[in-house]
C-alpha cells in the first residue's frame, strides 16, 4: 500500500536529477525523440547518457554492419554482433538499459533520407551527428535544422582529439540556475517591508524595550534597512554608494552590536558589499528587452518573447524594477519573524506576478491568440529569473563553413603553439579528406600504414587552402601546432579510443539535455578537447 505523500516510484529512480531540473526538465527529456547518425563508440555513449536519465525516444540511422574495430571501441558490440545491423545492434542494448525508453533504428545512410525523405529530420527534439560524415551532407542536414530550430550536435572523436560542434538558431534559456536569486530591495523598500522597519526601529536601540536575546535575533534585513534610514538622514537621503561610504556604514552597523558575538549583526555587515547596488537591470536582460522580437511581437511570437514584453512594460511601470523574485536567504532570526519577513516578500512577488500576468494575457488577446495559451507557473519561473535570463543565437554549420568561421578568432590563437585552435584546423582538413570525391569509400587519413606521408601532406595542405580562404597570415612557424596536431590525427587513423569516446558522450549529453530542459546554459558554439594534455576550450567561429 502506498503512503500519502510518499515518492513515486518514478520519483525514487530519477531523485539526483529531478533535484537538477525538476519536474518540468524531466518532463521535457521525457517527450523528446533523438536522432543519433551512424553508432559510432561517441555516439553510442552519448545516447547512452540520454537514455538512463529516461529521454522519450531515439532513433538510430547507420547502414553499417558490426566489424571487429567496432568491438575494441564500443562497449555495446559484442562477438554476437559480428556481421549484424551496427544500428539495430546497439538500439537493442541501449533499450536494456532503460525499458521506459522507446528505441527505433534504420538501416541506411542519412544521404539517402535526405536524398528520399528529408522531411521526416522535422520529427526530431535534437540530430546528433557522428562518425565520418562527409561535408555537403552535414550542410545539408544544417540547411534543413537550422531554420526550424532544430539543434544540430557536429561530434567528431578522433584517436585523443574530440570536437562537439552546435548549430542553433536561437535559444533563449530563462533557468540559468545563478548561484542566487535574492534581491532584497534594500534601496527601494516597498511599502510592506518599510512598516515591518518601522514597527521595529523604535526599540532596536532601546534595551528597555528588546532584550538581548530579540536584539540577536532581529533578521538581518530589518537590521539594515533601519541603518540605511539612519544613514540616509545625514546624506542627503543618498545611500552609501562608494567604498569608503560602505566601509564605513559598516561601522555604523557595528556601533548597534550589544555583543560582540551578535552573529544576526556580522550577518548584515557581509551582505553591504553584495547587496548594496543601485537597481538595474542586466546587460542580458537589457539586450533581450531591446530585441527586435521584443518590441514587435506578432502573432507567430514565442511564449518566450510575450512574458519578455510583458516583463519590460512592467519595469518600464516600475521605475525600472523588474519583478520581486520572493527569494529570501537564511538568516539568525526567530522562526515567526523570519517567516513573517519571508510572507511579506512572497506576497509582493506575488502582486508582481498577477500584474506580469495580466499584462501577458492582454498581449495575447492583443495579438488575437488566446489570452490563457501561457500558463501563470510559465510567467512565474520567468518573473523569478527575470536578471538571469541568456539568450543563445548561434550561427550555423553554413555560415562556417560557406561563409567563413570567425578568422579574427582562428588568427588570434594561431601563434600559440598549444591552443586548441589546432586541432579545430585539423579536424577539418580531416573531414575535407573524408569528403574528397576520390574517397568514396571514407578511407580515414592515416587507416593504411603506406599512406600515412602522403595524407599527413594532404591534410596540411587542406589547412593551408581553408587558411588562403579566410585571408589568414600564416607560416611554418605559426603552422607548427597545426602540424603537431595532424600528425596525432593521422596516427589515429579515423579510429576512436574509448576512453575519450565515453568522455565526448558524457559532453555531448550534458550539452543536449541542456537544450531539451532549456535550463542552465549551453555550449555556444564549440567545445574542443585534446586528450594527451587533457585540455578543454570553448570557441565561438
Known amino acids: 500500500m502506498s503512503v500519502p505523500g510518499a515518492p513515486t516510484a518514478k520519483e525514487k529512480k530519477y531523485d539526483r536529477q529531478l533535484r537538477l531540473w525538476g519536474a518540468g526538465g524531466q518532463e521535457a527529456l521525457e517527450t523528446a525523440h533523438i536522432l543519433l547518425i551512424n553508432a559510432t563508440a561517441a555516439g553510442s555513449e552519448t545516447l547512452k547518457n540520454l537514455v538512463l536519465p529516461g529521454i522519450g525516444r531515439f532513433t538510430i540511422i547507420d547502414h553499417a554492419v558490426v566489424t571487429d574495430e567496432d568491438l575494441g571501441t564500443n562497449f555495446f558490440l559484442d562477438d554476437s554482433s559480428i556481421g549484424l545491423s551496427r544500428a539495430q545492434k ?113 526599540s532596536m536601540d532601546d534595551k528597555e524595550k528588546m532584550t538581548t536575546h530579540e536584539h540577536d535575533h532581529l533578521p538581518y534585513v530589518l537590521i539594515l534597512l533601519q541603518a540605511l534610514n539612519e544613514w540616509k538622514s545625514t546624506h542627503g537621503n543618498q545611500p552609501p554608494s562608494s567604498y569608503p561610504q560602505k566601509n564605513e556604514f559598516k561601522s555604523l552597523l557595528r556601533s548597534k552590536m550589544w555583543n560582540a558575538d551578535e552573529e544576526n549583526f556580522e550577518e548584515a555587515i557581509a551582505a553591504v558589499l553584495p547587496h548594496f547596488n543601485p537597481p538595474s537591470i542586466p546587460s542580458e536582460t537589457r539586450a533581450i528587452f531591446q530585441d527586435e522580437k521584443c518590441a514587435n511581437l506578432t502573432k507567430e511570437s514565442t511564449k518566450f518573447w510575450i512574458i519578455a514584453r510583458a516583463i519590460k512594460e512592467f519595469s518600464e511601470k516600475n521605475g525600472g524594477l523588474l519583478p520581486l523574485p ?34 501577458v494575457r492582454g498581449l495575447l488577446t492583443g495579438l488575437g491568440r488566446d489570452g490563457g495559451e501561457v500558463e501563470e507557473s510559465e510567467v512565474e519561473t520567468f518573473c523569478k529569473h527575470a536578471g538571469y535570463v541568456k539568450l543563445i543565437r548561434g550561427r550555423s554549420l553554413n555560415e562556417e563553413y560557406e561563409k567563413s568561421p570567425r578568422a579574427q578568432v582562428i588568427s588570434n590563437d594561431l601563434s600559440d603553439s598549444t591552443s586548441l585552435i589546432h586541432y579545430y584546423l585539423g579536424l577539418r582538413a580531416y573531414e575535407a579528406f573524408i569528403s574528397d570525391e576520390n574517397n568514396t569509400q571514407r578511407i580515414a587519413p592515416g587507416a593504411e600504414d603506406s599512406t600515412v606521408d602522403a595524407d599527413t601532406e594532404k591534410l596540411n595542405k587542406h589547412v593551408t587552402e581553408l587558411l588562403d ?37 558524457g559532453v555531448a549529453a550534458q550539452e543536449i539535455i541542456k537544450i531539451i530542459t532549456r535550463q542552465y546554459i549551453p555550449m555556444d558554439n564549440t567545445v574542443l578537447f585534446d586528450g594527451i594534455s587533457s585540455r578543454t576550450f570553448v570557441y565561438k567561429l
Not at 100 to 121: A, Y
Not at 333 to 352: C, M, V, W
Not at 486 to 492: D, Q, S, T
Open 90 to 202: 546497439t538500439c537493442e542494448l541501449l533499450c536494456e538499459l532503460n525499458p521506459e525508453v522507446q528505441g527505433h533504428f534504420i538501416n541506411d545512410t542519412i544521404e539517402n533520407i535526405l536524398r528520399s525523405n528529408p522531411e521526416k529530420l522535422k520529427d526530431f527534439t535534437t540530430v546528433v551527428a557522428t562518425g565520418d560524415i562527409p561535408t555537403a551532407t552535414l550542410l545539408s542536414l544544417d540547411a534543413i535544422l537550422y531554420p526550424l530550430g532544430i539543434p544540430l550536435f557536429v561530434v567528431k572523436c578522433v584517436g585523443f582529439t574530440m570536437s562537439c560542434r552546435l548549430a542553433l538558431s536561437e535559444h533563449p534559456i530563462v533557468e540559468t540556475h545563478p548561484a542566487s536569486t535574492v534581491d532584497l530591495r534594500l534601496f527601494n523598500p516597498f511599502p510592506e517591508l518599510s512598516t515591518l522597519v518601522d514597527e521595529k526601529a523604535a
Open 326 to 359: 520572493g527569494a529570501l536567504p537564511d538568516m539568525k532570526a526567530e522562526s515567526k519573524d523570519y517567516i513573517r519577513l519571508q510572507n511579506i516578500y512572497k506576497t509582493k512577488a506575488r502582486a508582481d506576478l498577477a500584474v506580469v500576468f495580466g499584462i
Open 469 to 505: 580562404k579566410l585571408s589568414i597570415t600564416h607560416s611554418p612557424e605559426l603552422l607548427e601546432g597545426t602540424e603537431k596536431a595532424i600528425g596525432e590525427i593521422v596516427r589515429a587513423g579515423g579510429g576512436e579510443l574509448h576512453n575519450i569516446a565515453s568522455l565526448t558522450g
